[in-house]
C-alpha cells in the first residue's frame, strides 16, 4: 500500500500512454474519489462524463484543434477522458471541478495510472463544436466546463521537479 | 498506515477543534503536500501565508466580521489559519489554490487533525480591513486570495454525508 505522503510526492503529469485500454471497475474507484472531493455548501452539483470511447475522445480532440485554431493539439491517445461541469451559475464552478480534479490526480497515481490535466475547455464553453458535442453526451447547456482530465497506463516516467514556492510561517 | 481511500473518504469539514496547538513540524509537513499539487504550466506561482499566532487570527476574524458585515462570524478558535494568494493577473489563480486546498484537506486527515475551506475572501480582495492584514504579513497587493483554511485538532466526528453526484460513462 502506498503512503499518502508518497502518492502526493509521485504524482505527475503524464502525456504518454501505452496502447492500453483502462479497465471499467479501475475508473469507478477512481471516479468514487472524485465525488468525495468538497463542494462549496456540499452542493454536490458538478456532473462526471467519463468516456472510455475512442471515437468521441477524437472528436473531442479535433474539436478543440478547431475551437482553438491549433491543428497540432492533442489528447494524447489517451484512452479515458473525464469531463467535469457544473453549473453556470455556480460561483464555485472552478473551486469545486478542481478540488475533484485533484482527488482524480491522486487516485489515478495511487492505481498506477497517469493523467494530465486539460486546461483548454474553459476558453471553449460557447464553441460551436464543443457544445453540440455536449448536447451529444447529456452535458446541458446551463452547465459550463473549466476542467478536464485524460487518463490512462503512463508509458513515460517525467522527471521529478524542483518544488520552489513561497511558505511564509507567522508564528 | 492510512490507504489513500481511506483518507479520502474520512475528510470531512472541521469547525471544532482542541484548545491544543498544532505542531510546527507538523503544519510543515501538511504544507509539503500542498506544494506538491500542481499548477498550471507548473508555474509555482503561490504563497502559503500559514498564521499560527492567535491574535493576528482573531484579527482576520474581526476583519472579516467587518468586511462582510456579519458580527456572528467565526473562525472557530482555530489554531492554524493558512491564506493562499495568487498572482491577480493569473488566468489560473482559482483552480491553482483549490488544488492545493485539496492536497492540504487529504494531508491534514492523514495526519490525525481536522480542517475547513474559508471561502469569504474571495468577495474581500478590495476590502480595506483585511488588505491592511495582508500588507502587514507582507501578502503584495500584486496577489489575491480565493481560498483559505482553518486547521486544528478536531473535537467533533461529523456525521458521513451521501454523495449522489452524476457519473455518466460513455464506454
Chains 1, 2 share one sequence.
Not at 475522445?57 to 478547431?66: M, N
Not at 457544445?131 to 446541458?140: A, T
Request: charged share 30%.
Amino acid at each position: 500500500m502506498k503512503g499518502f505522503l508518497e502518492i502526493v510526492k509521485n504524482r505527475k503529469s503524464i502525456r504518454e500512454f501505452e496502447d492500453r485500454e483502462v479497465e471499467r471497475d479501475l475508473i469507478e474507484k477512481i471516479m468514487e474519489a472524485a465525488i468525495y472531493s468538497p463542494t462549496a455548501m456540499n452542493k454536490q452539483d458538478r456532473r462526471f462524463t467519463v468516456i472510455r470511447n475512442k471515437d468521441i475522445i477524437a472528436r473531442f480532440e479535433e474539436a478543440i484543434k478547431k475551437g482553438l485554431g491549433i491543428p497540432r493539439y492533442s489528447l494524447h491517445d489517451a484512452p479515458v477522458f473525464v469531463i467535469i461541469s457544473v453549473p453556470v451559475d455556480s460561483d464555485d464552478g472552478i473551486a469545486n471541478s478542481s478540488t475533484a480534479m485533484q482527488n482524480l490526480y491522486l487516485a489515478v497515481e495511487n492505481y498506477g495510472l497517469g493523467s494530465c490535466w486539460i486546461n483548454q475547455f474553459k476558453y471553449l464553453n460557447e464553441d460551436p463544436g464543443i457544445r453540440s458535442l455536449y448536447e451529444e453526451l447529456g452535458i446541458p447547456s446551463d452547465e459550463k466546463v473549466y476542467a478536464a482530465m485524460i487518463i490512462g497506463y503512463p508509458d513515460e516516467k517525467p522527471e521529478e521537479k524542483n518544488r520552489e514556492e513561497k511558505i511564509i510561517y507567522i508564528d
